[in-house]
Structure formats: structure tokens, C-alpha cells
């Protein structure tokens, strides 16, 4: 009786210890039920499942699902390992904004190796997926079940099709192309091709402050921009001013 009484209170004997910090919680050893190394690699594969038909790709008249785009990927991250790549190597990658583009983002580090974009910021040519390889939106994008809209000429009659063609409903970059003209032209787009978006496009944009103006003509063409501004070169930390309330500037 009594060691059946003992064997019921060693759990939370246990239990007392570990919070009362008399085991730290890392000392457990690392299994599968506790423990798994942090990679963003870890959302397209979790895409493929949950997001299995939704597209993860649309670069012109390509479209790609997730489930797709993940085959691709670990049929890349395979190829570089065959040809010896693995940790400690970089593959260097140039290329259009484009569906490979995306699929490298993960298919080179699923072979162990670093992905080297050589792009030199947002004003190189070819300038892939912007730098800081698009602020981690090819990683962000598979958490979230969203897609890539790739496009090869960047500029403001095509980001603005895309808006209608794609149906895009998040944009981030810097001020570039042209910012005093090419805010003025996705709702005048939109209504050449009969279509008015229910809510505004929401655009995160970064580095040098956009002036009043452009944030004025962003507006009136059914664009909700933040600013952020973030250590690119570690990427993580970040800062965002929320909206003022209305009739302020």
C-alpha cells in the first residue's frame, strides 16, 4: 500500500522539482516528442499537407500548388546533394523573380548547403525576389497557405496587373519602381478591366520614409501601406508605427 502511494507521487515529486527550477527543462534529452531543430524548412513540408491544392507559385501563365512546389524542392535539394553539396557549401543563385527562384529558397538548404542570392539589393538586374530574399516572404508564405506571384519585369504596369490578374492581396518593397507615378495606377487598372477590390491592397514597405505625397496617392488607389524598418542584415528584429487616427497625418 504504501509503495503503491510512493509510485503515484514520484510524477509530481518530479514535477515540483522541475518547476521549482531544480532541473532545468533542456537538461531532458532530445527525442522526436520534445525536440526539433528550428528551420522555415519545416513550413513548405507542413504546406504540402495542409495546403496540398492551394497555389503556391504563379509565375505568368504557370501555376504551381504547394504540394507541387515541395516535390520540386526536395527533387533540387536531392540533385545538389548528388553533386556533393551539403552543409558548409553555397550555391550561389541568379535568377529572375520566377517559380525556380522560389523553389531554391528551399530546395538548396534541404540539401544541407546556404543559398547564395547574387542580387546586391533592390537595384540589381536581375533583382531576385528583392534582398534579404524578399524579407522571408518565400518562407513566410507556406506557413500561411499563401502564394508567389512572380514577376519577371518589375515595374509598375506589371505589378499593377498583377494586382487584378493575381488577385494579390499583400505587396512588400522598397520605394521603387518610379514612387511618385506607380501608386496612382492599380485602381485605375482595376477599373479598366471591371474590377474594384472589396478591401485595399496592403503594401509593408522599408527604408527611407515614403514622403506624404506618395502615402496620399497610395491611398486614393486603395493601398494600405505600413512602414517597418528592421535589421535586414540579422533579420528577426523589426519595427512597425501604427496608423494615426483619422484627420491626422
Same mark, same amino acid.
Given at each position: 500500500?504504501?509503495?503503491?502511494? =510512493?509510485?503515484?507521487?514520484?510524477?509530481? @515529486?518530479?514535477?515540483? /522539482?522541475?518547476?521549482?527550477?531544480?532541473?532545468?527543462?533542456?537538461? +531532458?534529452?532530445?527525442?522526436?516528442?520534445?525536440?526539433?531543430? !528550428?528551420?522555415?524548412?519545416?513550413?513548405?513540408?507542413?504546406?504540402?499537407?495542409? +495546403?496540398?491544392?492551394?497555389?503556391?507559385?504563379?509565375?505568368?501563365?504557370?501555376t @504551381?500548388?504547394?504540394?507541387e512546389t515541395?516535390?520540386?524542392?526536395? %527533387? !533540387?535539394?536531392d540533385?545538389? *546533394?548528388?553533386?556533393?553539396?551539403?552543409?558548409?557549401?553555397?550555391?550561389?543563385?541568379? =535568377?529572375?523573380? #520566377?517559380?525556380?527562384?522560389?523553389?531554391?529558397?528551399?530546395?538548396?538548404?534541404? &540539401?544541407?548547403?546556404?543559398? %547564395?542570392?547574387?542580387?546586391?539589393?533592390?537595384?540589381?538586374?536581375? &533583382?531576385p525576389?528583392f534582398?534579404?530574399n %524578399?524579407?522571408? +516572404?518565400? $518562407?513566410?508564405?507556406?506557413?500561411?497557405?499563401?502564394a508567389?506571384?512572380? !514577376?519577371?519585369?518589375? &515595374?509598375?504596369?506589371?505589378?499593377?496587373?498583377?494586382?487584378?490578374?493575381? @488577385?494579390?492581396?499583400h505587396?512588400?518593397g522598397?520605394?521603387?519602381?518610379?514612387?511618385?507615378? $506607380?501608386?496612382? *495606377?492599380?485602381?485605375? /487598372?482595376?477599373?479598366?478591366?471591371?474590377?474594384?477590390?472589396?478591401?485595399? =491592397? @496592403?503594401?509593408?514597405?522599408?527604408?527611407?520614409?515614403?514622403?506624404a505625397?506618395?502615402?496620399?496617392?497610395?491611398?486614393?488607389?486603395?493601398?494600405?501601406?505600413?512602414?517597418?524598418?528592421? !535589421? #535586414?542584415?540579422t533579420?528577426?528584429p523589426?519595427?512597425? =508605427?501604427?496608423?494615426?487616427? &483619422?484627420?491626422?497625418?
Amino acid at each position: 500500500m504504501i509503495a503503491t502511494r =510512493l509510485a503515484r507521487a514520484a510524477p509530481m @515529486r518530479a514535477a515540483i /522539482r522541475l518547476l521549482s527550477g531544480e532541473r532545468p527543462v533542456n537538461s +531532458f534529452p532530445k527525442t522526436a516528442a520534445n525536440y526539433r531543430e !528550428l528551420t522555415p524548412l519545416s513550413y513548405v513540408e507542413r504546406a504540402a499537407v495542409v +495546403f496540398d491544392d492551394s497555389p503556391a507559385v504563379v509565375d505568368g501563365d504557370a501555376t @504551381r500548388t504547394w504540394a507541387e512546389t515541395f516535390a520540386r524542392c526536395c %527533387g !533540387l535539394g536531392d540533385a545538389l *546533394r548528388r553533386e556533393g553539396c551539403g552543409r558548409g557549401d553555397v550555391v550561389q543563385v541568379m =535568377l529572375d523573380n #520566377t517559380a525556380e527562384m522560389v523553389e531554391a529558397q528551399h530546395g538548396v538548404p534541404m &540539401s544541407g548547403a546556404t543559398l %547564395g542570392c547574387v542580387n546586391n539589393g533592390s537595384t540589381r538586374r536581375p &533583382s531576385p525576389t528583392f534582398h534579404c530574399n %524578399g524579407w522571408g +516572404f518565400p $518562407w513566410t508564405l507556406p506557413a500561411v497557405g499563401g502564394a508567389n506571384v512572380c !514577376l519577371r519585369d518589375v &515595374s509598375a504596369d506589371a505589378i499593377a496587373d498583377a494586382f487584378v490578374a493575381a @488577385r494579390v492581396t499583400h505587396l512588400c518593397g522598397a520605394r521603387r519602381p518610379s514612387p511618385s507615378a $506607380w501608386p496612382s *495606377r492599380p485602381r485605375r /487598372r482595376q477599373r479598366a478591366r471591371g474590377g474594384e477590390r472589396a478591401a485595399p =491592397l @496592403r503594401m509593408m514597405t522599408g527604408g527611407a520614409p515614403p514622403p506624404a505625397a506618395t502615402l496620399r496617392r497610395a491611398e486614393a488607389a486603395g493601398l494600405d501601406v505600413t512602414h517597418v524598418y528592421g !535589421l #535586414t542584415e540579422t533579420y528577426g528584429p523589426g519595427d512597425a =508605427l501604427p496608423a494615426a487616427p &483619422s484627420g491626422r497625418p
